[in-house]
């Protein structure tokens, strides 16, 4: 574990020392991320300028859920995506035996090896959007309440990088996956907005097949009140049972990787 | 002309085998397309819902057929992307587009028109399934069907001339990416992407229907969607031929330009 | 008039300096510093139709600057080209269908379909009429031996038979004209020579003008009477390949078999450097200025059986006039 947790540090920092070399991205990404957040609080307004709640949800509640939208999103393309779209490169080109010939736990490895640093522009600018979220709220940030959002968002976070390792593990049998990097962005679009308001054969599928519904609006739910300790536990649950599940399929992968490429 | 034509046809013909080859991945690509007017569609329909049914005079059937209908008028809208000049230049592509006695905007008008044929083929499924889901209220007359075509078509040129203006700054700048971002927003907002314009505030609504963006959008959409009078059908159809013209006037100067700026700096 | 003419020309390139750090990064977007670098410097020739020509130098050398200003590609920054009377930046459709520039590694061809199709492509973009285009591109299927290839996609080719394909597609207008960039690069040795013959052939039956560059000294020596040397920009050479030896070789080899009895005991670094020694036989590289008194002096003081003088190979040759221009250019 300790071992894990040390590999993890170094490629951290030599991705970092990577990505410093190329300041001028800093200054696109930021305004690509202005760009987007200013389409997302049209969006709002427009929304609220015919109604005054959509779905049960208050203007301040849903720019919550915009904030953790925009944070999330930034975690997964700064660290998961990145991760996986390598591994699913290095399957293709036949590079993957490097990464699989290193003493250390290769799951481990695959999923650190890439930091895309300036994608954390969306984690900051997601981070302000919840606290002008949570001002405007009035609301009172207990430390439980603040306790549960974290718990909510690194379940979340596990999830999707789960489900993430799953599809990108298909690449084994499947050699062309690219296209689910845009199929996954279309459908974490759906976020933006608290999954209740979906007609049900939709919400299920945000909830389980893509675990938008864990990202984005159980953590959202957690900031806005509303969140149960019934389904704070369910998404733990869920978490531990999708990564234990990746991890078998992972190794079920590698086995019929070896033993196609022998 | 009947040689411009003869190509034509052999570039649309080759399109479509090739991209078939491809059905598989566009697939995937179009059913992620989709989320994003299904998310539009649920969130102006639980609002309708919340405002005894009508908001902006669209009922929920209404924008289930207008965002139905986005779904075929977006695909249509997918033309050259302005980030791919950089690709051209630096591959050596654009070199022999150069060598070529004809105009490359022939080439891409052609290619892409024929894989929008492969692009509709594939289109009618997703929205037999989400008419299924949605139940789009849709009862068009036979005029708003013969303009709604046309404008489809109308809609794919304006878009094409457009992206291609955008994409020939590659040729003076290769830090684009802001630029382009800042431009698709002000697409989103302004064309009927987001929201029928009818929903934003009347400058809004001024604004727009100065710009091209909604010709090459919403108008389509509303041909079939909306009640608009003959008069209003014709006249769309109308503006979208004098945007056509004058991005391709555009097209031509920048073109122009940009091939002296190559030239100049080489590729 | 010639069918290409070039007087003066000249290309220089503004290239941007750069400088480290974020501050000069963030400088250089209101102000750029750039640098002028002359690719080719004020070079004349002229060719004469029906002519194939070699155009050599080392990477860098202003090659495919020169290449692409002939084509239409690029606008000289100074003196004048024509081909075909044409002013080739004009670009005009008149012109562009005479010509083809081929580059070796640059594919114009539709990677996921057959050649065939791509051909067909070919037949509208340049107007050809159905039944001479088919004529054109039987008769050069027959010649390149590629017949069932061009059935298969072209992404299922090896690179020599796309080349292959490449070639007869950048042919298929029968232009008169052909600038050949590196046709013959990264190709084995068999494919380099089918390639050169058909080139060779294309060349006998049309009458058309040849302008090709080529890493390879066995495509030139095969293909061109005339060569063009070019290093730095500039004009090394213009002439045929034997004259090019004999301008810039400094040194001649002289063969000299003796019999086995008397070679071992002759002091052979009096007469010139051995390069190589084989028993009774032996190589001697010479001044270019002195190979005459040393045959002289050979054939006096030894009992000499065989005397064989030669020019060194043509590579070497070449080596070493880039070597004299590297030199001369860092002088000036």
Redesign the interface.
């Known amino acids: 574990m300790l071992h894990i947790a040390r590999l993890t540090w170094n490629f951290f920092r030599i991705g970092i020392l990577n990505e410093l070399q190329y300041?001028?991205n800093f200054f696109?990404q930021l305004?690509?991320s202005l760009?987007?957040l200013?389409?997302g609080l049209?969006?709002l307004s427009?929304?609220f300028?015919?109604?005054t709640?959509?779905?049960g949800w208050s203007r301040p509640e849903l720019l919550a859920v915009m904030g953790v939208h925009l944070m999330m999103g930034g975690l997964i393309r700064m660290t998961i995506q990145p991760n996986m779209q390598r591994l699913m490169g290095d399957v293709r080109e036949g590079t993957l035996d490097y990464a699989l010939t290193k003493p250390a736990d290769s799951q481990a490895l695959v999923s650190v090896r890439q930091i895309q640093l300036w994608q954390g522009v969306d984690v900051l600018m997601g981070l302000g959007v919840l606290a002008v979220a949570t001002l405007q709220l009035q609301a009172v940030l207990s430390i439980r309440v603040a306790l549960a959002f974290v718990a909510a968002l690194l379940c979340g976070g596990l999830m999707v990088y789960a489900f993430w390792l799953i599809l990108t593990t298909g690449a084994f049998w499947v050699i062309?996956m690219?296209?689910?990097v845009?199929?996954?962005?279309?459908?974490y679009?759906?976020g933006?907005?608290p999954v209740s308001?979906?007609?049900d054969?939709?919400r299920t599928g945000l909830t389980f097949l893509v675990p938008v519904a864990f990202a984005v609006t159980v953590p959202a739910e957690a900031i806005t009140g509303r969140l149960t300790s019934t389904t704070l536990l369910q998404a733990f649950g869920l978490a531990l049972a999708l990564l234990a599940v990746a991890r078998w399929f992972w190794f079920f992968g590698l086995r019929h990787y070896a033993g196609a490429s022998a | 002309m009947r040689n411009l034509l003869a190509f034509y046809w052999q570039t649309m013909k080759t399109a479509v085998i090739i991209e078939f080859q491809y059905a598989?991945?566009q697939y995937?690509?179009m059913?992620?397309?989709?989320?994003?007017p299904?998310?539009y569609l649920?969130?102006w329909t639980?609002?309708a819902a919340?405002?005894g049914g009508v908001?902006?005079g669209y009922t929920a059937g209404q924008f289930a057929a207008y965002y139905i209908v986005w779904t075929l008028v977006r695909n249509m809208n997918i033309v050259f992307t302005p980030y791919g000049w950089e690709w051209r230049i630096r591959e050596g592509q654009l070199s022999g587009m150069l060598l070529r006695p004809l105009h490359p905007l022939h080439m891409d008008v052609a290619w892409f028109a024929g894989w929008k044929v492969v692009v509709i083929v594939l289109w009618l499924p997703i929205a037999a399934v989400l008419a299924l889901?949605f139940r789009p209220e849709l009862n068009p007359t036979p005029l708003e069907m013969v303009v709604f075509f046309f404008s489809l078509w109308g809609a794919y040129l304006i878009r094409t001339m457009l992206l291609w203006l955008l994409g020939l700054i590659t040729f003076w700048t290769t830090?684009v990416?802001?630029l382009y971002?800042?431009y698709f927003?002000l697409e989103?907002?302004l064309s009927g992407r987001?929201?029928p314009m009818g929903?934003?505030?009347a400058w809004v609504q001024t604004a727009s229907s100065l710009l091209p963006f909604k010709w090459a959008f919403q108008f389509p959409i509303e041909a079939l969607v909306a009640d608009l009078t003959p008069a209003q059908l014709l006249g769309g159809l109308g503006l979208q031929a004098l945007w056509i013209l004058a991005g391709l006037a555009g097209v031509q100067i920048v073109w122009r330009a940009a091939v002296r700026q190559y030239s100049a700096v080489g590729g | 008039m010639p069918l290409i003419h070039v007087a003066q020309l000249c290309k220089t390139y503004q290239v941007p300096e750069r400088e480290a750090g974020?501050g000069a990064?963030l400088r250089s977007l209101v102000r750029r510093k750039t640098r002028a670098v002359k690719a080719v410097d004020a070079i004349s020739f002229d060719i004469d139709a029906g002519e194939v020509v070699g155009f050599l130098g080392p990477n860098g050398a202003g090659k495919t600057t020169t290449l692409k200003m002939l084509s239409g590609l690029l606008h000289p920054t100074g003196g004048a080209a024509s081909v075909l009377g044409f002013q080739p930046q004009r670009r005009e459709a008149a012109f562009l269908r005479q010509i083809t520039l081929v580059m070796g590694n640059r594919n114009q061809l539709q990677w996921d379909i057959p050649a065939l199709d791509s051909f067909e492509l070919n037949r509208t973009i340049y107007a050809l009429p159905a039944a001479e285009f088919r004529r054109t591109r039987d008769e050069y299927i027959a010649l390149m031996e590629v017949g069932d290839l061009v059935r298969k996609p072209v992404r299922n080719l090896s690179l020599g038979e796309r080349m292959k394909m490449e070639l007869i597609g950048a042919l298929l207008h029968r232009p008169q004209v052909l600038f050949l960039d590196e046709p013959t690069l990264g190709l084995d040795v068999t494919m380099q020579r089918r390639l050169r013959a058909f080139v060779a052939e294309y060349n006998r039956r049309t009458g058309a003008t040849v302008l090709l560059t080529s890493h390879y000294m066995a495509d030139v020596e095969a293909l061109c009477k005339r060569v063009l040397v070019i290093h730095h920009g500039r004009l090394l050479y213009d002439g045929g390949l034997s004259g090019l030896a004999e301008r810039f070789a400094a040194y001649k080899t002289i063969g000299v078999t003796l019999d086995a009895d008397t070679a071992g005991a002759v002091a052979w670094d009096a007469y010139g450097e051995v390069v190589e020694r084989d028993g009774a036989h032996v190589r001697l590289r010479v001044p270019k200025a002195e190979t005459a008194r040393m045959t002289a002096q050979l054939l006096a003081d030894q009992p000499v059986i065989d005397l064989t003088v030669e020019d060194p190979p043509i590579e070497d040759v070449i080596e070493r006039v880039f070597a004299a221009g590297t030199a001369e250019a860092s002088h000036a």
Not at chain 1, 182 to 187: A, C, I, P, Q
């Open positions: 300041r001028a696109i305004l690509q760009i987007a200013a389409v049209v969006g427009l929304v300028s015919h109604t709640a959509l779905g062309r690219e296209h689910i845009e199929l996954f962005d279309g459908v679009a759906a933006r907005y308001l979906y007609p054969w939709l | 598989t991945a995937f690509y059913i992620g397309m989709v989320a994003e299904v998310i649920v969130v639980t609002i919340s405002q908001v902006g889901a830090r990416s802001a971002e800042l927003a989103l907002l987001l929201v929903l934003m505030p | 974020l990064a």
